[in-house]
């Protein structure tokens, strides 16, 4: 039984149904794309929803997205004092961002290391001179 809220909706409801109102929209006929909030826990999916319509990230994301910019940015590097600051700038974010996590260290995101580059980049070093 409906209450008399609910009668007054359903009763415009039709009558827009009736008039066409709903004919033609956006996105009529396709599937509805919501949003997996699934495994997010039931007390916090409304500020996670909040958040998400503001354009804002969680600090973890956001800091993913400045290693991957980061990385993207070390591909392309060919002067190696540059590259040698990028990567220190590297592994302070993947520091950063293992320490904003609270799992287990096999979870990690393992840390670039500049003895591994400096061996890569050691014939190019020992080509200069040293003043």
Do not use: H, W
């Amino acid at each position: 039984m409906l209450s008399g809220f609910e009668k007054i909706v359903e009763e415009r409801i039709q009558r827009a149904m009736r008039n066409g109102a709903f004919e033609k929209l956006e996105g009529a006929g396709k599937p509805l794309c919501l949003e997996d909030f699934s495994r997010i826990p039931e007390d916090l999916r409304l500020a996670y929803k909040i958040l998400k319509n503001a354009d804002c990230l969680p600090p973890e994301i956001e800091i993913k997205k400045e290693i991957s910019a980061t990385e993207a940015l070390l591909e392309g590097m060919t002067d190696v004092q540059l590259r040698c600051k990028t990567l220190k700038k590297l592994n302070f974010l993947i520091m950063k961002l293992n320490a904003t996590r609270k799992g287990a260290v096999a979870f990690e995101v393992p840390q670039r290391y500049e003895a591994r580059m400096l061996e890569r980049l050691e014939p190019v070093l020992s080509n200069k001179k040293i003043e």
